[in-house]
């Protein structure tokens, strides 16, 4: 009967051991499941959130309301400040395979690059970038560019414009470029880099960024006459016709200013110190302060009465008061 209670008593604390390590199992796991989802909510952003390098854009409208542009620029700006040397064959040759690599936009485009190679065997400038979805604005100055001669590029604020005046570098223009959507920043870059190299530029000053556009159209037939149809915000009577949707993307545009090394030009367009002095506003000089000593005798002196002390009363008041007629009061003056 011993033995029994005592095989009892043991499987009873056995029970009850295996009950409190489940229990504290079970409390272990829940504990790390809670320490998991934490470190996941502090490490995981929100869906409105963005990474810090990339830019965005707030739009106004419908549509997409905040986002970011892949195809802006670097977050390193470093990598764009680089020597380009058109006699070396190994800067041509990835200059060209980039942009070659971009489609033509048209079947002109297409036939402006057949007659450009048609062009650059006469001795043509070699556009080999147009037409493969760039905007090109160009005002440099047509001076053909030495053989062998490299190129400069660096970020505008990076640079001091008066140091380049002062050692003899003359401003010849500046190359504008705004890609299209499906063109990113370093496509833009290469093709303004492209666009100087057929002209006699020593240093390139780049800048650029962004711009946010809304894509996606929709349209009605033939008006929008009744509430019939509805298509993204407008009515008409017989439907409509919608082509993508009103959403947000990111052009690049780059601006470069030209420099060339020409003493000769920049004195030459220098205006003469004498001329720009006569013609330059002036500011009128204050009028000069008057001596302070000279001014306080100018100021005429201002006479006071000399006051008694006491109070100054009516002759009726000190008659009513009771004091004889010849009676001298202290502290009191008579009107």
Avoid: C
Avoid at 68 to 91: I, L
């Amino acid at each position: 009967m011993k033995k029994l209670i005592v095989v009892l008593v043991a499987g009873l604390m056995v029970v009850a051991s295996a009950s409190k390590a489940h229990v504290k199992s079970t409390n272990q796991l829940q504990f790390e499941q809670n320490q998991m989802q934490a470190i996941y909510k502090t490490r995981t952003p929100p869906i409105s959130m963005f990474p810090p390098y990339l830019p965005y854009w707030m739009h106004g409208g419908w549509g997409t309301v905040t986002a970011y542009f892949p195809n802006g620029p670097n977050s390193d700006d470093q990598v764009y400040e680089r020597r380009f040397n058109p006699g070396d064959a190994d800067d041509m040759r990835e200059l060209r395979s980039v942009l070659e690599s971009l489609s033509y936009e048209g079947p002109l485009d297409a036939l402006g690059g057949f007659l450009n190679g048609v062009g650059v065997v006469f001795g043509g400038p070699d556009n080999f970038h147009h037409g493969r979805g760039f905007e090109i604005a160009n005002s440099l100055v047509r001076t053909p560019r030495p053989r062998k001669k490299p190129l400069l590029v660096f970020n505008d604020s990076n640079v001091d414009r008066n140091l380049l005046k002062e050692a003899g570098y003359a401003y010849v223009g500046k190359v504008s470029l705004e890609g299209k959507v499906n063109r990113n920043w370093d496509h833009v870059y290469d093709a303004a880099v492209a666009e100087t190299l057929p002209w006699d530029v020593d240093i390139l000053l780049l800048s650029g960024g962004m711009k946010g556009i809304t894509v996606g159209s929709n349209a009605t037939f033939p008006v929008a006459g009744g509430a019939y149809t509805q298509l993204n915000y407008s009515l008409s009577l017989f439907g409509g016709v919608s082509n993508g949707i009103t959403e947000g993307k990111g052009k690049a545009l780059v601006s470069a200013e030209g420099y060339r090394y020409w003493p000769a030009v920049v004195s030459r367009r220098r205006i003469p110190k004498y001329l720009y002095d006569r013609i330059r506003p002036k500011l009128q000089k204050p009028e000069p302060a008057q001596d302070t000593a000279k001014a306080a005798q100018e100021v005429p002196p201002v006479t006071t009465k000399k006051k008694s002390p006491g109070i100054r009363v009516s002759q009726e008041l000190f008659d009513m008061a009771g004091f004889e007629k010849d009676q001298r009061v202290d502290y009191i003056t008579i009107k």
